[in-house]
Each structure stands twice: as C-alpha cells, then as structure tokens.
T-cell receptor
Framework: AQTVTQSQPEMSVQEAETVTLSCTYD???????LFWYKQPPSRQMILVIR??????QNATENRFSVNFQKAAKSFSLKISDSQLGDTAMYFC???????????FGTGTRLQVTL | EPEVTQTPSHQVTQMGQEVILRCVPI?????FYWYRQILGQKVEFLVS????????KSEIFDDQFSVERPDGSNFTLKIRSTKLEDSAMYFC????????????FGPGTRLTVL
C-alpha cells in the first residue's frame, strides 16, 4: 500500500517570504501522480499543483512550485512571496492511476504572518 | 466555472438514524468519489464510482455505507445506521476522463452524530 508522510505538522512564514513544505511517499510503482491540496478554514479542498511521475520537469503554478525527486520519493512544495491568503492546511496526496483514489498525508498547517 | 456542490452543509442526526449526503458532480465528469475527514485528522478515501458501479472501496466503507447515482446529476452517500464515530466532514469529488487524475472537491458536509 502507498503511504504519504508530511513531517511538519505546523509551519509559519512571514508575508512575502518563501516557505517549503515537505512530503515523502512510499510506492513500488513507477507511474503515479502527486498533488498538493490546500484546505483553508472554510475546509474546502482546493488543488494547488500536480505532478506526473513520468515528467522530470518540476511543476509550477504562479507562486507555487514543487521539487520532485523521484529517486528519493520526495515531493516538496515551495510557496514564494507568501500571502495572508495562503494560510491554510496543506495536504500532499498520491494517486496511482488516472482514476484512482487519492491517498493523503496528515497535512501541514501553514500560518502566514505580517 | 463549474464546481462540485454538496448538500446539506451540516447535518445533525441521532445515533442509529439513516442519513443521505448529496453531491452534484461537475456535469461532464465520469468518476466520482467520497472521502471523509474526522476533525483534526487527514482526509481518508471511502469509495470510488464509475459507470454506475463501485470501482474501489476502503475498509471504512462497510455494509453500513452505500452509494448511488439515482439520476444523471446526483451522487449520494447513505449511512444506514449512524454511529458516533461517523461524525466527520464528508467530501465528494469528481473527475473528468483522460489523464491527470485531477479530482475536484465539493465544499463538504459536516455530519454530527449525537
């Protein structure tokens, strides 16, 4: 079974600074998908960014980028120019196939401060 | 922009009662999912549904749970006899066909079992 580990329960960053959230996963498969979801206080799950394992290039979405290290099974999220609206719970998630379930990590609570 | 909707936003029920949680997935999506999140914990997969049948289910999804797509738009989760430990946030998600496995989540239904 696949597992996802987020070792940072809480993190804090000042507005406009950069922060990196860690995620590692375990799988014996070669093809899979990785995601970062944001859950603000409203508790809605919002997709931030995704990465397909067969792509070597790291995904980027505006201020959000990932560092995907396939051999190390690591998938960290970097948030640049942090904004107060980035305050949320961030979940790393793994999926095997194009329609498979998502397996989530335990989340990292990010607080952006003034 | 199309979105997944869920009703009700909050459901309070007595232990042993049946509840039905409703979801309207994005209209051209073909894959449907239910997840739950017990307060303060990670998001857990319950069941996936495709082509009018369950494609995968977790250990949590026992005989007390059932899913249905009664018409072309709704996707429901029924809990036959609720237990205290069923209290959680329940998220519906849907996905279009094709690569990427990007699942779009609804805002969730908070279920409180008394």
């Amino acid at each position: 079974a696949q597992t996802v580990t987020q070792s940072q329960p809480e993190m804090s960053v000042q507005e406009a600074e950069t922060v990196t959230l860690s995620c590692t996963y375990d799988t014996s498969e070669n093809n899979y998908y990785l995601f970062w979801y944001k859950q603000p206080p409203s508790r809605q799950m919002i997709l931030v960014i995704r990465q397909e394992a067969y792509k070597q290039q790291n995904a980027t979405e505006n201020r959000f980028s990932v560092n995907f290290q396939k051999a190390a099974k690591s998938f960290s999220l970097k948030i640049s120019d942090s904004q107060l609206g980035d305050t949320a719970m961030y979940f790393c998630a793994f999926s095997l196939g194009t329609a498979s379930k998502l397996t989530f990590g335990t989340g990292t609570r990010l607080q952006v401060t003034l | 922009e199309p979105e997944v909707t869920q009703t009700p936003s909050h459901q309070v029920t007595q232990m042993g009662q049946e509840v039905i949680l409703r979801c309207v997935p994005i209209s051209n999506h073909l894959y449907f999912y239910w997840y739950r999140q017990i307060l303060g914990q990670k998001v857990e997969f319950l069941v996936s549904f495709y082509n009018n049948e369950i494609s995968e289910k977790s250990e949590i999804f026992d005989d007390q749970f059932s899913v249905e797509r009664p018409d072309g738009s709704n996707f429901t989760l029924k809990i036959r006899s609720t237990k205290l430990e069923d209290s959680a946030m329940y998220f519906c998600a849907s996905k279009a066909s094709g690569r990427g496995n990007e699942q779009f989540f609804g805002p969730g239904t908070r279920l409180t079992v008394l």
